[in-house]
């Protein structure tokens, strides 16, 4: 990750597992949901996100997913 000192950080997390089905994104166990790392920018975060999921192409229900977590937090602290 590189510091940009005059841009805003958007803070993404790039996670991923097994799925249950493929037809909705409820994963197989949570104890090995994979933490692949955060990111402050959306283009970091996708470049993540495309190499895991081509390491993990031949297991068709392995998905991983780009949270946009910097959506979630509340600079006034109120939730």
């Known amino acids: 990750m590189t510091d940009h000192p005059d841009t805003d ?43 895991r999921a081509q390491a993990t192409v031949d297991n068709a229900h392995m998905r991983y997913f780009i949270l946009h977590a910097h959506k979630l937090i509340d600079p006034r602290g109120e939730a």
């Open 9 to 51: 950080q958007l803070l993404h997390l790039v996670i991923g597992g097994e799925l249950r089905h493929l037809d909705a994104p409820v994963f197989r166990d949570l104890s090995k949901v994979e933490f692949v790392g955060a990111f402050g920018s959306y283009a970091e975060a996708k470049k993540a996100w495309k190499a």
